[in-house]
T-cell receptor, first 110, second 112 residues
Framework: QKEVEQNSGPLSVPEGAIASLNCTYS??????FFWYRQYSGKSPELIMFIYSNGDKEDGRFTAQLNKASQYVSLLIRDSQPSDSATYLC??????????FGTGTRLKVLA | EAQVTQNPRYLITVTGKKLTVTCSQNMNHEYMSWYRQDPGLGLRQIYYSMNVEVTDKGDVPEGYKVSRKEKRNFPLILESPSPNQTSLYFC???????????FGSGTQLSVL
């Protein structure tokens, strides 16, 4: 069974701090990696995707990928209370059967 | 407005009574998929479709059926619902050559 693992949290950070969310995956053949944000009672929305090893930055968000360690992370700089949500890591193992982790709940404290 | 529309938003039914949850997208996306979301288990894929008349099983297809007769519609059918199918269901679509899933608003299903 291909798996994506995340710490469920909650991860609590003060406003303005950097939030670091982590994800590991089991299928070495995985080709694309995603971070979705899901507010309580809402549907997931894509915030970042990454295909290659290294960092990818978009505004306050940075996705990091290390294929050798099968590790994906999301950094949120200058965290805001509006960033409080559940963050879902997702992986495409090459079959378009997107596999999601259980999500990490982030709480940004004002 | 570009969107994925699911209906109904909430549904309470009884064991064994056939039901259909509809999903429609107006973005001309090739790919559509159904997920269920359960506490502690996350989002799990039920079925997906790469295009019209092409469907395939996800990780938890047992007890569900789908069809893709038109590009815009991808209904989820529960022929004989059971209480373990009580869950929050999401439909999603995605254009070809862009790996971004667009999710519907969800259907909260309770099977008594």
């Amino acid at each position: 069974q291909k798996e994506v693992e995340q710490n469920s949290g909650p991860l609590s950070v003060p406003e303005g701090a950097i939030a670091s969310l982590n994800c590991t995956y089991s299928d070495r053949g995985s080709q694309s990696f995603f971070w979705y944000r899901q507010y309580s009672g809402k549907s997931p929305e894509l915030i970042m995707f990454i295909y290659s090893n290294g960092d990818k930055e978009d505004g306050r968000f940075t996705a990091q990928l290390n294929k050798a360690s099968q590790y994906v992370s999301l950094l949120i700089r200058d965290s805001q209370p509006s960033d409080s949500a559940t963050y879902l890591c997702a992986v495409n193992p090459g079959t378009y059967k997107y596999i999601f982790g259980t999500g990490t709940r982030l709480k940004v404290l004002a | 407005e570009a969107q994925v529309t699911q209906n109904p938003r909430y549904l309470i039914t009884v064991t064994g009574k056939k039901l259909t949850v509809t999903c429609s997208q107006n973005m001309n996306h090739e790919y559509m998929s159904w997920y269920r979301q359960d506490p502690g288990l996350g989002l799990r894929q039920i079925y997906y479709s790469m295009n019209v008349e092409v469907t395939d099983k996800g990780d938890v297809p047992e007890g569900y059926k789908v069809s893709r007769k038109e590009k815009r519609n991808f209904p989820l059918i529960l022929e004989s619902p059971s209480p373990n199918q009580t869950s929050l269901y999401f439909c999603a679509s995605m254009p070809a050559h862009q790996e971004k899933l667009f999710f519907g608003s969800g259907t909260q299903l309770s099977v008594l």
